[in-house]
Nanobody
Framework: VQLQASGGGLVQAGGSLRLSCSASGRTFSRDTMAWFRQAPGKAREFVAGIFRSGSSIQYADSVKGRFTISRVNVENTLYLQMNSLKPEDTAVYYC???????????????????WGQGTLVTVSS
């Protein structure tokens, strides 16, 4: 089982990026999937999550209205569309997946067994 995150890069404040997370090894349609990020010198934090079939989506307050999480189950792929980027969005972004994560635990990184390697997003001011 493997998750591969991609799409990071350097962008100016106000710009956009789209992150992708490609899953392989089995079908992930029944997994809760999420994006987390870790800024330099800070703990990893929840960004956005999508529950199993997509019936429920949650966002961190800091990204609500700017980021959109989505998934295409037939492609085993998770996306994060990031608009109106700010310098404080600079971080390594990780995708995560786990079949056992329940809705109320979506924001808890300890609940996820499968992680991508991370992709760096740098937003310049």
């Amino acid at each position: 089982v493997q998750l591969q995150a991609s799409g990071g890069g350097l962008v100016q404040a106000g710009g956009s990026l789209r992150l992708s997370c490609s899953a392989s090894g089995r079908t992930f349609s029944r997994d809760t999937m999420a994006w987390f990020r870790q800024a330099p010198g800070k703990a990893r934090e929840f960004v956005a999550g999508i529950f199993r079939s997509g019936s429920s989506i949650q966002y961190a307050d800091s990204v609500k209205g700017r980021f959109t999480i989505s998934r295409v189950n037939v492609e085993n792929t998770l996306y994060l569309q990031m608009n109106s980027l700010k310098p404080e969005d600079t971080a390594v972004y990780y995708c995560a997946a786990d079949r056992s994560v329940i809705l109320s635990a979506m924001r808890d990184q300890e609940q996820y067994d499968y992680w991508g390697q991370g992709t760096l997003v740098t937003v310049s001011s």
